[in-house]
């Protein structure tokens, strides 16, 4: 039973383009994330969704547009995408963290491998 | 954004030896979790601390999180072809984890 799923694993598109990649966590979590990975391996957030709320959105171009169906679910679509959008992009979830803290434990899906030529 | 910085950024040592990565900032962090990260799949989480000063471990490994919770090292006793793969470390400030570059490591039998 995969916890976090991602799809598509990769994505092969042209500058220009749209396109959306989607998330799902059957851990019962109520937070989750978009992480981006760059060519040197370095994890940034983009997004993190509480219950269906955005609470953070880093300084991500506004051409990124998450979206969250329900607290499983947290979908990330792409307008208009350009060379330098390619990465490797990873969905979190993550349960309640415990009392006096605000972020906890993350489980990480197995990302999606995004080129955009 | 409060930055982590790892070192070394690259390891490469023989199967059996000891090795220890570190993690360090100058921003005090409420948690700090370590993860391994092999190629083509995302991050597992090794451990979480967040008392300054804890140490747990895990098997083979030894994490620690320093007295006034800035920074953390990884320590692996006896190191295995296994334990190859990039490690990160996250520090946890606000609703974000704020992830250092990572260590790259590989263990040759």
């Known amino acids: 039973d995969t916890a976090v799923s991602q799809t598509p694993k990769y994505l092969v598109t042209q500058m220009g383009n749209d396109k959306s990649i989607k998330c799902e966590q059957n851990?019962?979590?109520?937070?989750m994330y978009w992480y981006k990975q760059d060519s040197k391996k370095f994890l940034k957030i983009m997004f993190s969704?509480?219950?269906?709320?955005?609470?953070i959105n880093e300084t991500v171009p506004n051409r990124f547009s998450p979206k969250s169906p329900d607290k499983a679910h947290l979908n990330l679509h792409i307008n208009s995408l350009e060379l330098g959008d390619s990465a490797v992009y990873f969905c979190?979830?993550?349960?309640?963290?415990?009392?006096?803290?605000?972020?906890?434990?993350?489980?990480f899906g197995p990302g999606t491998r995004l080129t955009v030529t | 954004t409060q930055l982590l910085e790892q070192s070394p950024q690259f390891l490469s040592i023989q199967e059996g030896e000891n090795l220890t990565v570190y993690c360090n900032s100058s921003?005090?962090?409420?948690?700090l979790q370590w993860y391994r990260q092999e190629p083509g799949e995302g991050p597992v989480l090794l451990v979480t601390?967040?008392?300054?000063?804890e140490v747990k471990k895990l098997k083979r490994l030894t994490f620690q999180f320093g007295d006034a919770r800035k920074d953390s090292s990884l320590h692996i006793t006896a190191a295995q072809p296994g334990d190859t793969g990039l490690y990160l470390c996250?520090?946890?400030?606000?609703?974000?984890?704020?992830f250092g570059k990572g260590t790259s490591l590989l263990v040759t039998p």
């Open positions: 979190a979830s993550s349960p309640l963290p415990p009392e006096g803290l605000a972020v906890y434990e993350q489980y």
């Open positions: 851990l019962g979590h109520d937070t």
């Open positions: 969704y509480n219950n269906k709320e955005l609470i």
């Open positions: 921003s005090v962090f409420s948690s």
């Open positions: 601390v967040v008392t300054g000063g």
């Open positions: 996250a520090g946890a400030s606000g609703y974000a984890l704020n």
